[in-house]
């Protein structure tokens, strides 16, 4: 290829892109429905990070987000249930959210779809052997991250 040639790119929406990181994260899990309601909805939603996240995930107390720049990107604080603490780099666009700790990656995607929204919720712990443990990691990150998804439903379902 020549320098004038440029690379070819591959575009993914939100849900697929979320699904390509839950491939290549050893032991994570993505859970995903389609919710009859607007986009716009299903987004304001789960983009609400301070309000809505200790709602619906049963592990977090409270989120805080410091300001964050023009790109997307931000910092939260989160205090779970059992008072342990973690620093999250956080990545939030419309459809998109990516949050990763020392120990721990959350997403969230949405994308529309003619009879609704497509919602992807991911979960995962990263730790040094996450690849050698993947199997073992499993059992654990399912069944949060469809109680997880089963409780954002309501939330917006209830408004």
């Known amino acids: 290829m020549s ?27 993505v859970r995903e429905t389609v919710l009859d309601l607007p986009f716009d909805r ?12 200790p709602r619906w995930l049963p592990d977090i107390r409270s989120v805080r987000v410091a300001a964050g720049g023009e790109d997307g990107r931000a910092e939260a604080l989160v205090v779970g249930r059992t008072r342990l ?5 956080v990545e939030l666009a419309p459809g998109w959210c990516l949050m990763r700790s020392r120990f ?8 529309p779809e003619p009879d ?8 995962a712990f990263r730790l040094p052997a996450a ?29």
Do not use: C, N
Not at 137 to 148: I, K, M, Q, V, W
């Open 131 to 159: 690849g050698l443990l993947a199997r073992a990691l499993r059992p654990a990150t399912d069944p949060l991250a469809r109680r997880s998804l089963e409780r954002f439903e309501r939330l917006v379902r209830e408004g």
């Open 3 to 29: 320098a004038q040639t440029p690379w070819p790119v591959a575009a993914f929406d939100p849900v697929r892109r979320l699904r390509v990181i839950a491939a290549v994260t050893p032991g994570a899990s």
């Open 85 to 89: 603490r973690a620093r999250f780099d």
């Open 116 to 123: 609704g929204t497509r919602f992807a919720f991911l979960g």
């Open 104 to 111: 721990l990656l959350g997403g969230m995607a949405a994308t």
């Open 42 to 53: 299903v987004w304001a939603a789960a983009a609400d990070l301070e309000g809505g996240l």
